[in-house]
């Protein structure tokens, strides 16, 4: 598929009956791009896993799947990518140059962008003249993170700048997520754990830098809130898990 579970790919099109089940195969050495304070050029090394050569066409854009490369928020991204359109061959590797562009960008938070590897692989020579067929191009995005200079709090103290709270809502219960970072919490596994009991999982994907995200829960806590807390796995910088935890607060809140 892609090159890690955490990056998000698309299909564009369906094989016939005749062809056969295909795969990205375009691999990349990192999840993400990280570009510190003042840093102009990052390098993505790309590797083809396919048997077969691939044309690839690389953009940056503001993350929606329906864009492309001449889209709005493509024009307007902080990152360009070098070669934009290349051809790789089976087990061929390219180091993609990633630029800043040097477009304004917030300074007291990090900005996301998303790479876009959009996969096309070559027309089948093999099939009858007659043959139907739809040509399968996959989609690979990985985050760009934009991180200033001069933040208030180093990225290893992003844990513990996590906040969680039970409220308790007319429509059911919620954890309200508050990340009072400046920087991007992407998560690779959450729950809340009572003792004794089950330790009930959260659909946390991403909290934004000083923002606040709310996830509805299957029911209330098994404990009194005081004896909850929340464990969860953030990504880290190189991809790898960074394990936290946090005891749950309590409010009330309406619908």
Not at 11 to 37: H, N
Not at 186 to 198: Q, S, V, Y
Not at 230 to 248: E, T, Y
Request: hydrophobic share 45%; proline share 9%; aromatic share 6%.
């Amino acid at each position: 598929m892609s090159s890690s579970a955490w990056a998000r790919w698309s299909a564009g099109g369906l094989l016939c009956l005749l062809c056969g089940s295909s795969w990205a195969g375009l691999m990349a050495e990192s999840t993400r791009v990280v570009f510190e304070a003042g840093g102009a050029e990052q390098s993505l090394q790309l590797v083809n896993l396919n048997p077969y050569p691939v044309v690839v066409q690389a953009w940056v854009d503001d993350g929606h799947l329906e864009s492309g490369p001449d889209a709005a928020g493509a024009a307007g991204a902080a990152v360009m990518p070098i070669p934009p359109i290349f051809r790789l061959n089976p087990k061929g590797q390219i180091s993609l140059r990633l630029l800043a562009t040097g477009v304004p960008l917030p300074v007291d938070r990090e900005s996301l962008f998303w790479l876009n590897l959009y996969e096309i692989p070559p027309a089948r020579t093999d099939l009858p003249a007659d043959a139907q067929t739809l040509t399968v191009t996959l989609r690979t995005q990985m985050k760009v993170l934009m991180r200033p200079a001069k933040l208030p709090v180093s990225v290893e103290d992003l844990p513990e700048q996590l906040r969680f709270t039970l409220e308790q809502r007319t429509d059911g219960p919620r954890v309200r997520i508050d990340n009072a970072s400046p920087y991007y919490a992407t998560f690779r596994a959450l729950e809340l754990a009572c003792a004794g009991a089950p330790a009930q999982p959260l659909a946390a994907e991403m909290v934004a830098p000083l923002t606040a995200e709310t996830l509805a829960l299957d029911s209330s806590p098994s404990c009194a809130v005081e004896q909850a807390e929340v464990r969860f796995l953030l990504v880290g910088d190189d991809g790898n898990p960074v394990a936290g935890k946090a005891a749950l607060a309590s409010s009330v809140s309406g619908s």
